[in-house]
């Protein structure tokens, strides 16, 4: 029996809003840069929380959906640091998986132990086996098609959630060790 680490959380809200955080409070995100093409065009746009906020970085980042099309960025109950609209019914339906965060964490064996939820709390641990605490787990959180959550042949790391007529594909990958890192639509 190996460890339990704590990686992504995820809260599903009585409106149909969904939540992903990462568990791992030292997670740092420095800034982003936004890149969309329109008639061909493409515009980029750098944000930097370091001029934005004066701080190095923002820890502990939260992502969350709400419907119909509303997404932002939170951390530690600060103010957005980024707000926008993505068409996850339209992108969706036309092509059958929207990607939306992808996080990369630190090596396992810097993370800190699992600790046990509160009681009042309806949680589900998804435990998955990893060869080495040496490595980086790198966990994908996508929109998808009903269609898409009942293929088979799915590799066993995946996991579906379906939640106000929307599913999330949520799936592991294994890394080489190396910082954490996070990327997201927030632009589709």
């Keep these: 029996m190996g460890i339990l680490t704590s990686i992504i959380w995820i809260?599903?809200?009585d409106d149909g809003s969904i939540s992903i955080g990462m568990s791992d409070r030292t997670f740092l995100v420095p800034g982003f840069t936004s890149r969309i093409e329109i008639?061909?065009?493409?515009?980029?746009?750098?944000?930097?929380?370091?001029?934005?906020l004066k701080k190095k970085a923002i820890t502990n980042p939260h992502f969350t959906f709400h419907p119909p099309m509303y997404v932002?960025?939170?951390a530690n109950n600060e103010e957005e640091l980024f707000a926008g609209v993505l068409g996850v019914d339209f992108i969706v339906?036309?092509?059958?998986?929207?990607?939306?965060i992808r996080f990369v964490s630190s090596p396992i064996k810097e993370l800190k132990p699992f600790i046990?939820?509160?009681?009042?709390?309806?949680?589900?641990?998804?435990?998955?086996l990893i060869p080495?605490?040496?490595?980086?787990?790198?966990i994908g959180v996508d929109f998808v098609s009903n269609q898409v959550s009942q293929a088979e042949n799915m590799p066993n790391k995946d996991y579906f959630i379906s939640w106000h007529g929307r599913t999330l594909h949520v799936f592991a990958?294994?890394?080489s060790a190396q910082k954490s890192t996070v990327q997201w639509n927030h632009d589709s």
């Design 173 to 175: 990958q294994v890394f």
């Design 11 to 13: 809260s599903l809200q």
């Design 39 to 52: 008639d061909g065009a493409v515009h980029q746009n750098h944000v930097h929380f370091e001029g934005k």
């Design 132 to 138: 080495s605490n040496e490595i980086s787990l790198g």
């Design 72 to 74: 932002h960025l939170r």
């Design 116 to 128: 046990k939820v509160r009681d009042d709390k309806d949680i589900e641990i998804v435990r998955l």
């Design 93 to 100: 339906e036309a092509e059958g998986c929207m990607p939306w």
